[in-house]
């Protein structure tokens, strides 16, 4: 598991992970803690780039599950980017498609933002 | 046909068993990918609960995991059981996975995706010391769940 985080203009996180999302995977404890971080901060506009992972499970679900509460309070969503189908299966198992935004790309999460809170981009990213 | 393995010590080896495990369900079911997909998860489910709840992370406890097939895909009864042993402190009950969750809750979420992707499902305790996790799941696909699966659903 790969993962990289942009802040973009202190409200906004791009997350991008590759490989397994998975409990098992050594960086996965760190990447929980670091979203906690975040989320202490008062982040709640999160991208999360998910095409390139292969595989989800329950404690990634569950990441995914934290963002989308914040987001929710916030009167927002988590959005999320995913086309592997058996990623996306696990989101529909879990129910949890249902309170994620499903978006195409980076660009339309920024559009997303604009839209349904106060975050406008200073500059064009 | 069955398969046995043993599994214990640090979480690459559990990495690398479910890889190899991956690839067997993939043959198990014809390749159809997204089956074997699911139960591959169902079994992750099933060994993170074992290690979360009943071993508290002491990953050098045994899990043993055996699958077994019988029937066949021309016979459309081709169907796969799955036994995993561990030896924990055995649970006071059996344990039937929740048909209903919260959308925003965490605990038992994983219980309940195995209990919707699987066909059975339970956690019972053996004597005093240890417990099976049982799953089965029909691998012979109607035609209707085959066009989901063609469409995607």
Known sequence: ?125 | MIFNFTISGKENRIVEFEKELLEILKRLVDNHDMIAHEIHFCIHEAILNIIQHTYKWNLNLPIEIKLNVTGSMEKQNKVLEIRIKDNGPAIDKELIPPTKIDKFQMRKRGLYMIGKIMDEFHVEPIAKNGNITYMKKHLTMKTDEMLDLANGK
């Open chain 1, 1 to 125: 598991m790969k993962v990289k985080i942009s802040i973009i203009e202190d409200v906004l996180a791009i997350i991008k992970i590759d490989g397994e999302f998975s409990i098992f995977d050594d960086e996965f404890d760190l990447f929980a803690k670091e979203i906690a971080a975040y989320t202490k901060m008062g982040i709640y506009r999160f991208i999360i780039d998910l095409s390139n992972v292969t595989y989800v499970d329950s404690s990634g679900i569950g990441i995914i599950i934290r963002l989308a509460t914040g987001a929710m309070k916030k009167d927002t969503r988590a959005c999320v980017i995913c086309d592997q189908p058996n990623v996306l299966k696990v989101f529909q198992v879990s129910n949890v498609d249902k309170i994620i935004k499903f978006i195409d790309s980076v660009e339309d999460g920024f559009k997303f933002f604009e839209k349904t809170t106060d975050f406008h981009r200073k500059v064009d990213l």
